[in-house]
């Protein structure tokens, strides 16, 4: 949700990339609706996450959906014409052209139809088309590049906590050792988050954790202690030491 992190769940190896994606949305829903009942639910994911049942459950449950879907045949057939208008703007500008196309579509497996946006790109590699199954009727543009495709944000937030606050290293041969290990990233790159809220309008305010570790944390110093105080003595050329102490002004209390 934006940058925060709702949870840190561990699949086993053999389980499919959706494993129980149903039951923690409900559990996110019923949560967040205890305290804001009236905020707008949006269910965003490539389609690893796409399933008929987990789709129906949110049309029943009030919540809006922006998943993605694999190409097939049917799909293909739907967008043969706009993707013939794709291919020769492409032929007489020579430039990639990418365009969408929003259309009715139902599978077998579903009760009713339901909106989809196909993103119909044509370039020098040949054609690229990707389908995303909206709940909402909307512009096509708005719903693709606007919406769904912002959760990259998203994937760098769990590549941030993946490669810099070390939720892969999961090695154990117990589950359990390895869904603990994830906890504790998920608390660490929390904290990260709170850090950043006292860093805004700043250049640290997006940041990676891995540059907000080596800026701001991972700094040498000396530290004095008589009775009275205790001094940090850092070197003049260390480039932050600005920032640092705003930094440290806004963590103390009152």
Sequence with gaps: CGRHLLVSYLRTSNRSDSRHSWAILALLVKFIRQYWPNTRIVFRGDSGFYRPRLLSWCDR???DYLVGISKNSRLLKDVE???????????????????TYRFRYQARSWKY??????RLEEGELGSNP???ISSRYDDGFKLYYEQYCARGDMENRIKDQQLYLFADRTSSVQWWTNQWRLILSGFAYTLFERLRAHLKKTPFERMSASNLRLKLIKVGAVIIRNTRRIRVLM???YPYKDELTDLVRRLVPG
Excluded at 91 to 96: I, L, N
């Design 61 to 63: 449950n009030n919540v």
């Design 81 to 99: 014409a706009p993707s013939k208008l794709v291919r020769d703007t492409h032929q007489k500008v020579g430039d990639k052209i990418a365009a």
């Design 113 to 118: 139809p339901r909106w989809v946006v196909a």
């Design 130 to 132: 990707r389908f995303v």
């Design 235 to 237: 070197s003049d050329s």
